[in-house]
C-alpha cells in the first residue's frame, strides 16, 4: 500500500483500483444517510409542535446539505469499487473525476459554512438576545442559505476557468483539489485560498460556541444562586434545568471538537505542502480529506443524540407536568432563563 502512495503523480492518471476497502465507504455511506433521514424526521417532529424558527431553518439546510453529500458522491466510490476502475479509468475525459472534486469541494464549503452561521445564530440568541429578536428573522436565514450556496458554487467552478484544478486521489476513488506543493502561481494561490477561508470558518465557530457555553454555564449559576432558598420547587426546576443544559450544551462541545478535529488537518495539510520539499504527501493528503468527509457524516448524530437523551430525560423526570400542577410556569423568570425556553420550541 505504501508504494501506491509514494507516486504522487500515478494517483492522478492511475486507471485501476489497486486497494483500498469498499465496506468502509458502504459503511460511510450507510450512517451519512440514516444518521442524516433519522435527524430530519426528528427536526420535523418538533417543527410540528411549533412554528418555524431561523434556528431550525440552518439546522435543516445543514442536514439537507449533508444528506445530498451522501447521494452525490458516495454512490460513485462504491461504482469505482465495484468495477475495479477509477474515477478516471471510468472516464476518459475525467469529466467524473471533475464532477467528485466539485461536489466535494463544493459540499465542504457549504456545510462548514452553515454550521459556522449556526454558531454565530446561539450566539447572538443567547449572548445579545435583544438584537436577536429585533433584527433577525426566518427570511435572514433562507437568505443566507442561498448566498452559502450561491458563493460556494462560484468558487468551486474557478478550476474550470483555469484556477486550481481537480486530480484524482489514491486509491482512485477520490477528486479533489490539488494540493501539492507542485501547484505554481494562480493554481497555489487557489487552494491558498481555499484553506484560508477554512481556517476562519474554524476559528469564527469555536469562538462562538466557546461563547455560547460560557453563557449557559453563567446563566446556569445565577438560576441556582435566585432559587437557593425554595427547595421544592428548585427541586423540579432543576430537573427542568438539567435538560436544557443537556440539550444545548452536549452539541455545542461535540460540535466543537468534532469540527477542529475533522477540518483542522485539511488546512494543515495544505500549508505544509506548500513549504515541503516532498512528493510522497498523498497518504497524508488523502487521510486529511477522509476526515473532512467524516464531518458530514458525524453531523446528523451530534444533533440526534442529544434528543434522545433530552427525552429519556423528560420521560424519567417528568418535570413540566409537575410544575404544571403546581401552577408554575416552566420558564424561569429571568431573560436567560426565558431564552432557552423559547430555544427548547425550536
Known amino acids: 500500500m505504501e508504494n501506491s502512495f509514494s507516486n504522487h503523480s500515478k494517483c492522478h492518471e492511475m486507471v485501476d483500483v489497486e486497494f483500498g476497502e469498499p465496506i468502509t465507504s458502504a459503511l460511510m455511506f450507510a450512517a451519512g444517510v440514516v444518521g442524516n433521514i433519522v435527524a430530519l424526521v426528528l427536526l420535523e417532529v418538533r417543527r410540528r409542535k411549533t412554528s418555524p424558527s431561523l434556528y431550525h431553518i440552518l439546522v435543516t439546510a445543514l442536514l439537507m446539505t449533508d444528506l445530498l453529500g451522501s447521494f452525490s458522491v458516495s454512490p460513485v466510490v462504491l461504482t469505482a469499487y465495484a468495477r475495479g476502475k477509477t474515477l478516471v479509468g471510468m472516464n476518459a475525459g475525467k469529466e467524473l473525476c471533475a464532477y467528485f472534486g466539485f461536489s466535494m469541494t463544493f459540499l465542504s464549503l457549504s456545510t462548514l459554512s452553515i454550521v459556522s452561521v449556526i454558531a454565530l445564530e446561539r450566539y447572538l440568541s443567547i449572548g445579545h438576545p435583544y438584537f436577536y429578536e429585533r433584527h433577525l428573522s426566518k427570511l435572514h436565514g433562507y437568505i443566507t442559505v442561498a448566498l452559502i450556496y450561491l458563493g460556494s458554487i462560484l468558487f468551486c467552478v474557478a478550476p474550470f476557468l483555469g484556477f486550481g484544478d481537480y486530480v484524482q486521489y489514491c486509491p482512485g476513488t477520490w477528486c479533489f483539489l490539488e494540493m501539492s506543493h507542485t501547484n505554481k502561481g494562480k493554481d497555489q494561490v487557489y487552494i491558498g485560498l481555499y484553506a484560508s477561508f477554512i481556517l476562519i470558518v474554524i476559528t469564527s465557530t469555536v469562538v462562538c460556541n466557546i461563547s455560547v457555553i460560557f453563557h449557559l454555564v453563567m446563566m446556569q449559576r445565577k438560576r441556582k444562586a435566585r432559587r437557593s432558598g425554595e427547595y421544592a420547587r428548585s427541586r423540579y426546576r432543576r430537573s427542568l434545568s438539567m435538560s436544557e443544559e443537556v440539550e444545548h450544551l452536549l452539541p455545542l462541545a461535540i460540535i466543537t471538537v468534532v469540527f477542529i478535529c475533522c477540518t483542522f488537518p485539511l488546512v494543515l495539510r495544505v500549508y505544509i505542502n506548500f513549504t515541503s520539499s516532498h512528493t510522497e504527501t498523498s497518504h497524508a493528503n488523502l487521510r486529511a480529506l477522509r476526515l473532512l ?54
Open 293 to 346: 468527509s467524516f464531518h458530514s457524516i458525524i453531523n446528523p448524530w451530534v444533533f440526534i443524540i442529544p434528543s434522545i437523551v433530552r427525552i429519556i430525560w423528560r420521560k424519567l423526570r417528568k418535570p413540566a407536568k409537575v410544575l404544571d400542577d403546581l401552577g408554575e410556569d416552566p420558564c424561569v423568570s429571568d431573560r436567560g432563563g426565558a431564552l432557552l425556553c423559547s430555544h427548547r420550541t425550536t
